[in-house]
């Protein structure tokens, strides 16, 4: 018998007879031992409780606030789907997803029974959730994982899901065997001694170092096996409890940005030019005079500053991600540095206590992926330009790469670009600009004059 067919006859046994004596624990009893709250137990019907095979407590750790949205993977009857039903209220949202078709629905009757409304349960695959990328603020699991093949898949699905800065909490049963010289062969898809234990949370465990291994690999940080429990579904066995966060995009890019300028040489990558000549001719067009304040938006190592120094310009401000970054800017231009602003942090997490005359982006804005942080990008501009100020912004063009620094970017043309712009800024101006790089290619660039317009 194929394993996902076991494991559906057995929970289908499970779903029809809650009552019978599977030889592991499930019930109050269970709930109680795992330290689930009093209160939820009150506030839900009783009948849903003979249900509960939960191996551990994944709310025991779990942050989820009144609003969020929720994904319990492998959600059986819907015990946690329900409890996490009452952390995150009527304006949250809870989905429950399940391989065996009578839990999906014995857990939507237990949904109706409840009387709430913002719960989904659909039965599906734990590498296949029918739900949106980036859309999910805490995933939660309990004794499921481990009855999957492929662990892999189901944590990098996991990944997409979550928003950044998601979480993800749960219980699952671990292999406790010591380690052998034969063990290390074993991969992470679980090829279980025998099917007759699969289902019955034996064979599809792994060592708890392993299973952190593979939830670091999917992305994770700040993985963490935060304790053992009681459970035992045999003797080389136990239920333990995990938590994880997906890093937020803001981290991502920190930690990509320092290492590139860390590792390679600034002067030698595909971006870099050694005289920014039409940023310097669009600032003298836009800037008035030197004294104006001008922001370099993602000023990486470029030599814009220098340029801008040499020039006489006088109030600069230079913003990147990346610390290792601006060092090297300080060091090259040495003294210099001391009239210069350096602001290291994400364009999305700007806050500036003074306004602009021109903000200069180079390369930024098309590495934003997501429509909110696109958004947020151009608030942040409008509330830091002057009045009438401009914005110069390029971006790789409809005739460019589409990935850059093994990252993908937005390509944009003048429809494009007008699309994303927030009601106070009108774009005036699109050109074309062909960069040669430093390996002597080229480049399709198109830079972007945009204004900010102040209506009486």
């Given at each position: ?56 407590n ?5 942050i989820i ?55 989904e ?24 994982i481990?009855?999957t ?17 998601g ?9 406790i065997?010591e ?12 090829e279980?001694s ?7 949370c ?6 708890e170092a392993e ?26 066995t136990?239920?333990?409890t ?5 890093v ?15 590792t ?25 005079h ?21 020039q006489g ?14 060092e090297?800017v ?11 602003k350096?602001?290291c ?13 021109l ?17 947020q990008?151009?608030e ?19 005739n ?29 101006e699109?050109?074309e ?19 900010k317009?102040?209506?009486?």
């Amino acid at each position: 018998m194929a394993k996902n067919a076991q494991v559906i006859e057995l929970y289908t046994e499970l779903a029809e007879h809650p009552e019978k004596d599977f030889g592991w624990e499930k019930g109050f009893g269970n709930a109680k031992a795992h330290g689930y709250k009093k209160e939820w137990m009150d506030l839900l019907p009783e009948t849903i409780w003979h249900y509960c095979a939960a191996v551990g407590n994944p709310f025991k750790d779990a942050i989820i606030t009144e609003g969020d949205t929720v994904l319990d993977l492998g959600c059986g009857a819907g015990v946690d789907v329900l409890v996490a039903r009452l952390h995150v209220g009527g304006q949250g949202k809870v989905h429950g997803v399940d391989i065996t078709p009578k839990m999906v629905e014995v857990a939507r009757k237990h949904v109706v029974m409840a009387g709430f409304e913002n719960v989904e349960i659909e039965q599906c695959g734990f590498d296949a959730v029918g739900l949106e990328n980036e859309s999910v603020d805490v995933v939660i699991s309990n004794g499921a994982i481990n009855l999957t093949e492929c662990k892999e898949s189901v944590f990098a699905e996991i990944y997409r899901v979550l928003k950044p800065g998601g979480k993800l909490y749960f219980a699952d049963m671990i292999d406790i065997t010591e380690p052998t010289c034969c063990s290390a062969e074993r991969n992470s898809c679980c090829e279980g001694s025998g099917e007759e234990e699969w289902a019955n949370c034996v064979a599809g465990t792994i060592r708890e170092a392993e299973l952190v291994a593979l939830i670091q690999k999917a992305g994770f940080e700040a993985v963490e096996c935060t304790g053992h429990t009681h459970y035992m579904t045999a003797e080389t066995t136990r239920g333990a409890t995990f938590r994880a966060s997906k890093v937020t995009n803001e981290l991502r890019r920190a930690v990509h940005w320092d290492t590139v300028f860390a590792t390679k040489d600034y002067t030698q990558v595909l971006w870099h030019q050694d005289v920014p000549e039409f940023s310097l001719l669009q600032t003298e067009k836009y800037v008035k005079h030197k004294c104006d304040a001008i922001i370099d938006v993602g000023c990486g190592a470029a030599y814009f500053v220098d340029e801008l120094i040499e020039q006489g310009y006088t109030d600069i401000t230079l913003l990147d991600v990346s610390k290792n970054a601006l060092e090297i800017v300080k060091d090259r231009v040495g003294d210099a540095a001391d009239g210069i602003k350096c602001i290291c942090t994400d364009i999305t997490a700007f806050k500036s206590g003074k306004t602009y005359a021109l903000w200069h982006d180079r390369a930024v804005f098309h590495f934003l992926q997501d429509e909110n942080e696109r958004k947020q990008y151009f608030e942040i501009m409008k509330e830091t330009l002057d009045e009438n100020g401009t914005a110069l912004i390029g971006t790789f063009s409809e005739n460019g790469p589409d990935r850059c620094s093994d990252l993908d970017v937005v390509q944009y043309d003048s429809e494009k670009m007008r699309s994303a712009l927030i009601e106070g800024l009108v774009l005036r101006e699109s050109i074309e600009i062909i960069h040669t790089t430093p390996k002597q290619s080229t480049q399709s660039f198109r830079f972007f004059v945009i204004e900010k317009i102040v209506r009486v």
